[in-house]
């Protein structure tokens, strides 16, 4: 592959965000070090799917799969006991925090993934959150992006030293069809993606990530390329 001379870790979960987040990294020239974390929840499938994904960026043999095993617990996307939500409507997923917010996921990830960006000596570390996306979840919002900026500039060397490493979210501010139509337009292989929280092939249609994606593809006027468990009237404005 050709040699570029910037680094930029991805934060990469097989989903259609993270995804996106590749394709923008590496449509502005970074070098790119994809890294996925399996901490134990239900829709591991989507490892597969990052996988893929860094295969077909070509940098299969930079891709890291980090192990936190059942540490992070607290969520129904990791805790047996608890059911993950299905068949809401876009105004009830849009309420409260949701059972799916897993307790410092995001907070970890970073925290791995900028101790690996240190030591490679990357200058970016992507990652795919969305204030928009009708989550709630409290690590998804630009004040704890700015936080954790605070946190590499202060508590690194590379940080304290000036060179300093950029936590790039360039789809935070954006609804999930500007992400569909920008990933769309820098070719994201979205085909290769899975968001179901269920872990389910083909994708439930029913979960709240389901249920977020296919709004966010009919409002971009497009066709989810993955398929469905249940059927989709793509033409509709509202989902099923």
Known sequence: MEHRALRAVVILSGGLDSTTCMAIADHEGYELYPITFSYGQ?????LESAKQVAAHYRVGDRHRVVDLGNFIRGS???????????????EEIG????????????????????????????QAIFIGVNALD?????????EFLQAFQRVI???????????????????????????????????APYALTHSCYQGTVP??????????????FREAGLVDPIPYAVPIAWQSDRPN
């Open 42 to 46: 239900k829709h591991a499938v989507e």
């Open 203 to 216: 994708a439930c249609g029913v979960c709240d990530s389901c249920r977020i994606r296919i709004q966010g």
């Open 134 to 142: 009708y989550s709630g979840y409290p690590d998804c919002r630009p």
């Open 95 to 122: 309420t409260g925090v949701p059972s799916t917010y897993v307790p410092g996921r995001n907070t970890v990830f970073l925290s791995l993934a900028l101790s690996f960006a240190e030591r490679i000596d990357a």
């Open 153 to 187: 500039d202060t508590g690194t060397v590379a940080g304290t030293e000036g060179a300093g490493i950029r936590l790039k979210a360039p789809l935070v501010h954006l609804t999930k069809a500007e992400i569909i139509r920008r990933g769309s337009q820098l070719g």
């Open 76 to 90: 129904s996307l990791t805790d047996p006991d608890q059911s993950i939500p299905v068949g809401r409507s876009l």
